[in-house]
């Protein structure tokens, strides 16, 4: 069965921001668009919240790079520098899968790309240590924005424990919105019931005091 997926990359810790779309179907990477951003805060807070509201509930994968904690409650917080599931830096894992991906002609590009999307093999540098163990030396700087935003998308496309971790979110979230409509069911019902006992005991009442007059009407004619 074709497996598909969209990957949405918010990448704002460059130096200059992008949002980069990606589609990835049958092992094949496909970089729809990567767009340029406001530098305006104020801007993105405006234009932004629509647009990955509107990629979430297509059911995009939502990953976020940023410093200052803004966005991430609309997808997945990441950086290029955290760890992976084995304790490297994303970037190494990210360079391996666009390796990869370019070898095996596996990773598709607008047809105006140009050289925009091309990453030298210099920004992971691989040695031992004096233990043996591995140690990353990391170029940055031969991260361009484009390709910054390139990184997560490459990333992402090979990381099933990412598109799990959205499922997981959406259903803690359906859950916590049951669980939020089940009580205010519950206060509603406990507001009904109220009413309903209230007027019951009034209507008793009046019932009560009617009698008693008639009662009295008859006893004194």
């Known amino acids: 069965m ?22 990835v179907e049958d092992g094949q990477v496909h970089i729809i668009r990567c767009d340029s951003l406001s530098r305006s805060m104020l801007n993105l807070k405006l234009t932004l919240p629509a647009k990955l509201k509107k990629l979430r509930e297509a059911g995009s994968v939502i990953l976020v790079d ?4 803004h966005f991430a409650k609309y997808g997945r917080a990441i950086k290029l520098s955290d760890p992976d599931a084995n304790g490297r830096p994303i970037i190494v894992a990210a360079m391996e899968a666009y ?11 607008p047809n105006d790309a140009g050289g925009r999307f091309e990453v030298s093999s210099s920004v992971v540098d691989e040695v031992r240590g004096t ?6 030396n990391i170029d940055w700087s031969e991260l361009k924005p484009d390709t910054y935003a390139l ?9 099933e424990n990412i598109l799990d971790v959205k499922t997981l979110r959406d259903l803690l979230q359906n859950l916590n919105e049951q669980q939020h409509q089940e009580t205010l069911d519950s206060r509603l019902g406990g507001i009904f019931l109220a009413r309903e006992n209230l007027v019951r005991k009034n209507n008793d009442e009046i019932r009560k005091n009617n009698e008693e007059r008639v009662k009295k009407s008859r006893e004194g004619s």
């Open 2 to 23: 074709t497996q598909k997926r969209m990957i949405a990359v918010l990448s704002l810790s460059s130096s200059e921001p992008r949002l980069m779309i990606a589609g």
């Open 66 to 69: 940023e410093v200052v904690p």
């Open 99 to 109: 390796n990869y991906l370019r070898t095996y002609g596996a990773l598709v590009f």
């Open 131 to 136: 233990d043996g163990k591995p140690v990353y």
């Open 151 to 159: 990184m997560f998308a490459v990333y992402a496309s090979t990381q």
